[in-house]
């Protein structure tokens, strides 16, 4: 039953990094095509664009750990778990702040607010995004050399290397798990923050169209929306993510085959493909470019059936002669 069990788990996760792939290789190749034919990238493109690339790198680690979880246990040496795990808390983290800076760019290009802050930051919204990655760095600069340490003395307590156990060793563990919640709950805040104030901007816009006798599906209302469901979306998805993270790091202190950290795994995975999709959904160029790929593939998909079917008849006419 748990063998069976497992190989579900794992045939979703394979299917979700194969989704996930497609999705954030596809932002990607749009936007870098766009950016060579124009010479130029708008600071949302930017954004995707990086975006993409992190999860891309994401998913591949989540991968490469659920084979090394399921697999080939062995292969988990103590510099290969290092370096494994230095690569998914990097792409994890420019992942989770990229998206978060998005949805602050979102905000600033979309919502209408008189303050004069508030206009001014709107005013320089490219540079105040730009301060949100670069404080974010001090973060994960602060944060590998403590990660790695106490990484490396996990590794050798849990080996049986060593068989005391050391206050530094409560101290990094501690730390550790305390400042990876505390850069997970900063971007999440961020992005509740940018959704509620969506929100309020959304209701001010319809209510000044409701006193001015407008309808209330104008182009700005559509983009609120949209907006709107994109943010919320992540929101949704990284909630889900960061409590299966959570629950991996205080539940899990080794790499084993168990069901629980493999469904960790599978939420990663989730979280960086579904949200991928929506935000092709929600982009105006993405969405283009997704419905003329779909396009021309069934009609290369109908001409490959079409010569079969021609190649079949013409081999049954020989046949019959």
């Keep these: 039953m748990v063998s069976l069990l497992l190989s579900i788990l794992s045939i979703l996760l394979i299917a979700e990094f194969v989704l996930g792939n497609f999705a954030n290789v596809f932002i990607a190749l749009v936007n870098v095509i766009d950016w060579v034919k124009r010479q130029k990238v708008s600071c949302a493109d930017g954004i995707l664009t990086a975006l993409a690339v992190s999860r891309i790198g ?17 292969f988990y040496s103590s510099g290969v778990r290092t370096i494994v795990y230095t690569a998914w808390v990097v792409s ?11 949805s602050i760019f979102y905000l600033l290009k979309i919502a209408n607010f008189s303050r004069l802050f508030f206009l001014h930051l709107k005013w320089k919204a490219k540079r105040v995004v730009l301060m949100i990655l670069v ?53 999440f805040t961020m992005s509740l923050m ?50 299966a993270q959570i629950t991996s790091m205080w539940s899990f202190t080794t790499t084993q085959n168990n069901l629980g950290e493999i469904l960790c795994q599978i939420f990663g995975i989730l979280y960086s493909s579904c949200h991928s999709f929506i935000l092709i959904w929600g982009n105006k160029k993405l969405r283009v470019a997704i419905r003329s790929y779909l396009w021309r593939l069934k009609c290369w998909l109908k001409e490959r059936e079409e010569v079969g079917n021609h190649v079949s008849s013409g081999k049954e006419q020989t046949d019959g002669v």
């Design 135 to 187: 404080g974010s760095l001090v973060f994960l600069v602060c944060y590998l050399p403590v990660m790695i340490l106490e990484l490396k003395l996990s590794i050798n307590y849990y080996e049986g290397n060593i068989t005391w156990v050391s206050t530094l060793w409560h101290i990094l563990r501690l730390s550790d798990k305390t400042v990876f919640t505390i850069m997970h709950i900063i971007p």
């Design 92 to 102: 994890n983290h420019f992942s989770l702040w990229l998206a978060a800076s998005l």
């Design 194 to 243: 940018a959704l509620l104030l969506l929100l309020f901007s959304l209701w001010k816009h319809l209510k000044m169209m409701q006193l001015s006798g407008i309808g209330s599906q104008d182009e700005s209302t559509k983009v609120h929306v949209r907006t709107m469901q994109t943010v919320i979306s992540f929101l949704l998805f990284f909630f889900i993510y960061f409590l």
């Design 58 to 74: 994401l998913v591949w680690v989540i991968l490469l750990n659920w084979y090394a979880t399921v697999f080939n246990p062995g």
